[in-house]
T-cell receptor, first 112, second 112 residues
Framework: NAGVTQTPKFQVLKTGQSMTLQCAQD?????MSWYRQDPGMGLRLIHY???????DQGEVPNGYNVSRSTTEDFPLRLLSAAPSQTSVYFC???????????FGDGTRLSIL | GENVEQHPSTLSVQEGDSAVIKCTYS??????FPWYKQELGKRPQLIID?????GEKKDQRIAVTLNKTAKHFSLHITETQPEDSAVYFC???????????FGRGTSLIVHP
């Protein structure tokens, strides 16, 4: 099993550009989530999903969209990139809310 | 919703000493408490977890204790080694919250 796969690993964008961060898992997990990690701020939840077709907002959802058309994939879209969205983004999945989360390797995103 | 506070934010110890990281939570319904270790530039990975029906759990040099009455849980690392240097995150989760809430992390530095 590959676990949780994130692409790309690094990305540089200009302000105003849009892009999609990809996340895929092969563990048949229903729960998936996106976090951003900034120095001193820990892991902040952006959006999450509890199954295909179901998504909800986390702590910091503004400027991001998600969709969950399949169990395996949970892409994160930046609609119009801003410098404040420069961060490391982690995708995670789990079997349930009371089971361990499995994280991807992260995407390091810089917005100029 | 759940609120998890973690202390200290930075912990510096000498090799061979013990390290203790403490977390408090607000939701008395929380019943699952994982701990994750994140080495520099890498993804968070589960190191140990505990459920509310257990007061203590050990795995070699690491242990976690849970006090449900006081709503706090702690990570204990004995005989610390330089490779224990990392950021450690606690989290709390209940059946009513879909995704665990993370503490802000503790940067553990073990000096040789």
């Amino acid at each position: 099993n590959a676990g949780v796969t994130q692409t790309p690993k690094f990305q540089v964008l200009k302000t105003g550009q849009s892009m999609t961060l990809q996340c895929a898992q092969d563990m048949n997990h229903e729960y998936m989530s996106w976090y951003r990690q900034d120095p001193g701020m820990g892991l902040r939840l952006i959006h999450y999903s509890v199954g295909a077709g179901i998504t909800d907002q986390g702590e910091v959802p503004n400027g991001y969209n998600v969709s969950r058309s399949t169990t395996e994939d949970f892409p994160l879209r930046l609609l119009s990139a801003a410098p404040s969205q420069t961060s490391v983004y982690f995708c995670a999945s789990s079997y349930s809310q009371t089971q361990p989360q499995h994280f991807g390797d992260g995407t390091r995103l810089s917005i100029l | 919703g759940e609120n998890v506070e973690q202390h200290p934010s930075t912990l510096s110890v000498q090799e061979g000493d013990s390290a203790v990281i403490k977390c408090t939570y607000s939701d008395s319904a929380s019943n699952y408490f994982p701990w994750y270790k994140q080495e520099l530039g890498k993804r968070p990975q589960l190191i140990i977890d505990i459920r509310s029906n257990v007061g203590e759990k050990k795995d070699q040099r690491i242990a976690v204790t849970l006090n449900k009455t006081a709503k706090h849980f702690s990570l204990h690392i004995t005989e610390t080694q330089p490779e224990d240097s990392a950021v450690y995150f606690c989290a709390g989760s209940s059946g009513g919250s879909y995704i665990p809430t993370f503490g802000r992390g503790t940067s553990l530095i073990v000096h040789p």
